[in-house]
């Protein structure tokens, strides 16, 4: 049996024509349609300036550069997250601190980083963990108060809002992941938004090497000198790819109202069951549900979540973790020496949450096969 995996891209005939036609066309890389992306892009989001890189991670690293985040610099991330939100803190020499998250939502907790900013912070990153946008106007008056700069993790939250305005406009520097379990895929890629021009041309610059100028701009303008004026790496995103992400983009809207639907009748199913509780949301933010997520409750059913996992999976229902708090991976261990017990509301949602399938193509009859594996499970779990 084919297992129902917990996230999955779509992509119809006319996303395969338009990767055909780039492949047709005389630019592969670094062409029309990065500008063509960019722009769009922007106007969806409302934001005046967009930069494609070639992933999420590298997303997150060019707003690290943005900041000029560099030794001594301490930023803060939530202990909940993909490890990518703080590996680039590192990239760049400088030390992520965790904060803790809250209990019902899984999101980054204010007062906890109210607690842990000091003279050397100089950024708070918020992720909007499983597709609900963090509490902006906690953090912002955070960032403001401590004039230090705000980035969005909003890999699993593009689609989403919070007090009515689009994800992308929240913070300085908003990342997402074009990655194919993300709410739309280029295969790889990512994206940043931001309000400033001085960092979105630091971005530009710091995805092409460092470099002043692209090969088009250069060969405009009859050219063939460039200077590299600072360190930077190739992070550039190119036009197949940026190809399906524009066919993708015109999806986005609908897959969102899609996976919307799906969340609304796994909650009309898992409705008074003790022992599998969805997270806590609220009205304020509009849910883009890259992720749903239930903690699984051991005390209701005799066996923990890693013995649930494993079952649910021998039965094709492909359900996951997200996440280990990063601090308790082993390189984190030895290179930071963060004792257990740092984040404990993490922690202890660490051991209980679980991803169950959420995607765009998913079917009413495919809730129905999970929710009622759930209930075989509970049931096995009784007699194991
Ligand atoms: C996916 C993801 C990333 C990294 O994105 P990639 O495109 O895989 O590099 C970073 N942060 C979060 C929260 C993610 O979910």
């Given at each position: ?63 690290m550069?943005?900041l000029?985040i560099?030794?001594?610099d301490?930023v803060i ?44 912070t100089r950024a708070i990153v ?22 230090i700069c705000l980035v ?233």
């Amino acid at each position: 049996m084919s297992q129902l995996p917990y996230g999955k891209h779509l992509i119809d005939e006319a996303d395969i024509q338009a990767v055909v036609d780039v492949l047709r066309s005389d630019w592969l890389t670094t062409g029309p349609k990065v500008g063509e992306l960019e722009t769009a892009f922007g106007e969806y989001l409302g934001a005046p300036h967009v930069v494609a890189v070639n992933s999420g991670t590298a997303a997150l690293h060019c707003a690290m550069h943005a900041l000029g985040i560099g030794p001594g610099d301490e930023v803060i991330v939530p202990a909940l997250t993909f490890a990518a939100t703080a590996n680039v803190v590192l990239h760049q020499r400088g030390t992520p601190v965790f904060s803790d998250v809250l209990a019902g939502t899984l999101l980054i907790d204010p007062e906890d980083v109210a607690r842990k900013i000091t003279a050397k912070t100089r950024a708070i990153v918020a992720v909007d963990y499983a597709g609900a946008a963090c509490d902006y106007h906690a953090l912002r008056e955070l960032a403001t108060q401590h004039r230090i700069c705000l980035v969005a993790d909003a890999c699993h939250s593009l689609g989403g809002r919070f007090d009515g305005e689009r994800v992308g406009t929240l913070a300085d520097l908003t990342c997402f992941s074009m990655h194919p379990v993300k709410p739309i895929t280029s295969g790889e890629g990512g994206l940043v938004a931001t309000a400033n021009p001085f960092f979105a041309q630091r971005m530009r610059s710091f995805r092409n090497h460092g470099i002043d100028l692209d090969f088009r701009q250069r060969q405009s303008g009859g050219s063939w000198k460039y200077s590299m004026t600072e360190l930077g790496f190739n992070y550039r995103l190119n036009d197949i790819q940026c190809a399906l992400a524009l066919s993708q983009l015109k999806k986005l809207d609908s897959w969102i109202e899609r996976r919307q639907q799906l969340a609304k009748s796994y909650d009309e199913r898992l409705v008074d069951q003790r022992f599998a509780t969805p997270l806590t949301r609220r009205s304020i933010s509009e849910h883009a549900f890259h992720l749903y997520v239930i903690r699984w409750q051991y005390q209701q059913c005799g066996v923990g979540r890693d013995a649930a996992l494993s079952w649910l999976r021998s039965q094709g229902i492909g359900v996951n973790v997200h996440y280990l708090p990063v601090y308790l991976h082993p390189f984190y261990q030895k290179r930071l020496k963060l004792a257990a017990g740092l984040c404990p509301i993490a922690e202890q949602a660490y051991g209980e949450i679980l991803s169950l399938p959420i995607f765009p193509a998913m079917t009413e009859q495919n809730v129905d096969d999970v929710v009622g594996k759930l209930h075989e499970c509970q049931r096995w779990a009784k007699h194991a």
